[in-house]
């Protein structure tokens, strides 16, 4: 998991708060995704990005949560008006740019734990 | 992806080799067989991947079978370490196929 950072490692936030998770991808990754893992289950697909670029949210909440990935700077997971539901931890993960014909491998971080009061 | 079938979970001896199965029985010529593990509150690791040939690496080695509907991870010195859920992934490779399907994987224990 070297290479993929994410802060903070743990967030506590009251209801109605917002929450913004950080990740620097590994160097030379500039694909960027983000997953969920709620307590006692797997960790599900939420966002890909690319440098300013959002490919793919189907896994993301209607409301409330959105992503980024500047120019410059970490991509960014932002969850607004947080409810105890969104418990969770919450995985990025990076890769390469795609190479024909060969299995990039998608390396994730240590997570982001946040808690809900 | 293809659906990917492990045991629930599987005890090992310290020191001694582990041998995690998984069946894909339906995969596709351009899907590789990925293993991650996830030890307890740490993020996904990724341990190895293959297409067709067997591949070992400093963590494990991957063997595949000549059909490719099934492969076995093998860890050659478990430590406790390596307690851990393993997962088998299947995915489509040189493409976007990023969203990784983690089922329940196998829960490996290591005993001393």
């Known amino acids: 998991n070297a290479g993929v950072m994410q802060n903070p490692r743990h967030l506590v936030r009251r209801r109605g708060q917002e929450a913004r998770l950080r990740c620097s991808p590994m160097?030379?990754?500039?694909?960027v995704y983000w997953y969920r893992q709620l307590p006692e289950e797997g960790l599900k697909f939420m966002v890909y990005?690319?440098?300013?670029?959002?490919?793919?949210e189907s896994g993301m909440p209607k409301e409330r949560f959105s992503a980024e990935f500047p120019k410059e700077g970490p991509s960014i997971l932002r969850i607004q008006q947080v409810v105890r539901g969104d418990s969770a931890a919450y995985f990025c993960?990076?890769?390469?740019?795609?190479?024909?014909?060969?299995?990039?491998?998608?390396?994730f971080g240590e997570g982001s734990w946040l808690t809900v009061v | 992806d293809a659906k990917t079938t492990q045991p629930t979970s599987m005890d090992c001896a310290e020191g001694r080799a582990a041998n995690l199965p998984c069946n894909h029985s339906?995969?596709?010529?351009?899907?590789?067989v990925y293993w991650y593990r996830q030890i307890h509150s740490q993020g996904p690791q990724y341990i190895i991947h293959?297409?067709?040939n067997n591949e070992t690496n400093e963590m494990a080695s991957l063997i595949i079978t000549e059909d490719r509907k099934s492969s076995t991870l093998i860890l050659p010195h478990a430590t406790l370490r390596d307690t851990a859920v393993y997962y088998c992934?299947?995915?489509?490779?040189?493409?976007?196929?990023?969203?990784?399907?983690f089922g329940a994987g196998t829960t490996v224990t290591v005993r001393a």
């Open positions: 993960a990076s890769s390469p740019p795609v190479a024909p014909d060969s299995g990039n491998t998608i390396y």
């Open positions: 160097k030379g990754h500039s694909h």
């Open positions: 990005l690319q440098k300013e670029n959002i490919i793919d």
């Open positions: 339906t995969i596709s010529g351009n899907e590789y």
């Open positions: 293959g297409l067709k």
């Open positions: 992934i299947v995915r489509v490779g040189g493409s976007n196929d990023y969203k990784l399907s």
